[in-house]
């Protein structure tokens, strides 16, 4: 039994639809977590692009939600699960921000981690400050991969 991560819309490692683009209506992919340990209190994604270093000089940060319910497993299509917190992205928004590429394509990673605790931290926090908040509670994690071109 190993924590897993997929979408209806794509394969792991396969190409993301444009329409879940940022500049293609945004919409977030539908989502289902598999597998999820036993002990687990809560569960964490964080969507980012580390192939934007070459371009952006930083990995870009796409979506970030935490204290996701380990009963709710399911992402709908451009929704979160219900009571669970999403964080600021690169955008300068809270939510989701889909893949936007600026020079070419890039891989996208959503990685999900199972925490033995909830987190206190507030509606906007940064990808930095729930990495930092769930040190030492990670159970297991996964990831999955996706690629988008511009």
Not at 6 to 13: R, T, V, Y
Not at 48 to 77: C, L, Q, R, S, Y
Not at 112 to 117: K, T
Request: charged share 25%; with cysteine; glycine share 8%.
């Amino acid at each position: 039994m190993t924590l897993s991560l997929e979408s209806k819309a794509f394969e792991n490692g396969g190409a993301i639809p444009k329409k879940y683009g940022y500049k293609h209506g945004n919409i977030s992919p539908p989502l289902t977590i598999n597998e999820i340990p036993e002990n687990t209190v809560s569960l964490v994604l964080i969507m980012d692009d580390p192939d934007a270093m070459g371009a952006v000089g930083k990995v870009w940060v796409h979506w970030v939600v935490w204290n996701i319910d380990p009963e709710n497993t399911e992402f709908k299509e451009n929704s979160i699960p219900s009571d669970c917190i999403e964080g600021e992205t690169d955008f300068g928004e809270i939510g989701y921000g889909g893949p936007a590429p600026p020079d070419k394509e890039h891989t996208y990673i959503f990685k999900l981690y199972a925490l033995d605790q909830k987190l206190d931290n507030k509606t906007g926090s940064s990808k930095k400050e729930i990495e930092l908040a769930m040190k030492n509670h990670i159970i297991e994690e996964t990831l999955l991969q996706g690629r988008y071109a511009p």
